[in-house]
């Protein structure tokens, strides 16, 4: 016979005898089985309900977060009406293509409002609490991202929580400033030359 089928019966041996030790403990000890089984059966209800009870609470909260931004919204909507501001569109989105390493990636930008008020459009993000003012770096993030995309005339950060309404503007570098004087610059040369071509010929 070979090594393994020697090995084979011996183990075959030696799980039975753990079996009928096993069984003839359980027959010595009923009561502590019993007991340690309860306990086991207790875990195991205690795990499923905290589970269950997780889930709950985690589909609450998000329905509760979702019922208070529509509530923030209509009394978001009230405050810019009472102030003088049109809505002209409420949680609009504009797609965007990102490129990372020349791959297309598509996203979308979404903003809380567009607003007009006289000749000049807006875009309002709603916030509250600590996220309703421009010193954290994540609300002034999401600003600029909005006057990248949307190019809009402002945009107005406006606080439900302190009815606060805040026109944001960015001022940029001199650096930035002089490219874009230049480039103007550039541009009215350019137009003149054409429009001179234009006359002679």
């Avoid at 930008?109 to 916030?127: H, M, N, P, Q, S």
Wanted: hydrophobic share 45%.
């Amino acid at each position: 016979m070979t090594g393994m089928q020697q090995i084979v019966p011996q183990l075959r041996e030696l799980l039975m005898e753990v079996l009928n030790w096993l069984q003839q403990w359980l027959v010595a000890n009923q009561h502590l089985a019993a007991f340690w089984m309860l306990i086991f059966f207790s875990m195991m209800t205690g795990a499923l309900l905290y589970r269950g009870c997780s889930v709950i609470w985690r589909r609450w909260r998000i329905a509760r977060r979702f019922k208070r931004g529509l509530i923030a919204e209509k009394h978001a909507a009230r405050y810019l009406r009472r102030h003088g501001y049109r809505i002209l569109a409420a949680q609009l989105q504009e797609p965007i293509t990102v490129y990372v390493n020349g791959e297309a990636q598509d996203s979308t930008v979404r903003a809380d409002f567009l607003v007009r008020k006289g000749w000049k459009t807006y875009i309002v993000e709603v916030k509250s609490g600590q996220q309703g003012t421009v010193r954290q770096a994540a609300t002034r993030r999401q600003l600029l991202e909005y006057k990248l995309v949307y190019e809009p005339d402002g945009i107005i950060l406006l606080d439900m929580e302190h009815h606060n309404l805040q026109k944001i503007n960015f001022a940029y570098s001199a650096r930035r400033r002089s490219e874009w004087l230049r480039y103007g610059i550039i541009s009215f040369i350019s137009g003149a030359l054409v429009y001179g071509l234009l006359q002679v010929f």
